[in-house]
């Protein structure tokens, strides 16, 4: 994840928490390695009991993706996004679907690798597939 894409999610952390379940992403990240085994552990046992709980466990998601040495971290927290259902946080995060991210690394593993989360909501707003 590069600065930009960093900045992005600290501007909207409220609004993001306030909006996501953290626990409807956790699973995807993990799998797809942007979560570390004993972050994922974490996430995962502190079941929240109350509507605050459950906006700091978010919270608390935000601040590990954003530390995640994962490359790509920011194309697989958008694809989580899509997959839970939540375009409205996709444009939220990058209203602008025009300039394609330069810190992206290729892996071959992901749909995204020459492009950025924000080609990836164009194609959503498009519905295309990339």
Do not use: W
Not at 23 to 48: G, M, N, S, T
Not at 60 to 71: E, G, T
Not at 101 to 118: F, G, I, K, N, P
Request: proline share 5%.
């Amino acid at each position: 994840m590069n600065q930009q894409e960093s900045d992005r999610i600290t501007y909207n952390t409220e609004v993001i928490a306030n909006i996501l379940k953290a626990d409807h992403i956790i699973d995807y990240l993990y799998q797809e390695k942007v979560l570390p085994e004993a972050e994922y552990e974490e996430l995962i046992e502190a079941e929240p009991r109350t509507a605050t709980e459950r906006k700091n466990r978010t919270k608390r998601l935000l601040i590990l993706l954003k530390k995640s040495p994962n490359k790509n971290s920011f194309v697989i927290f958008c694809q989580a996004l899509k997959k839970a259902g939540h375009v409205d946080l996709l444009e939220l995060i990058n209203p602008t679907p025009s300039t394609p991210s330069s810190q992206m690394e290729t892996d071959s593993r992901y749909s995204l690798q020459s492009s950025s989360c924000v080609d990836f909501i164009f194609s959503i707003r498009l519905n295309t597939s990339v």
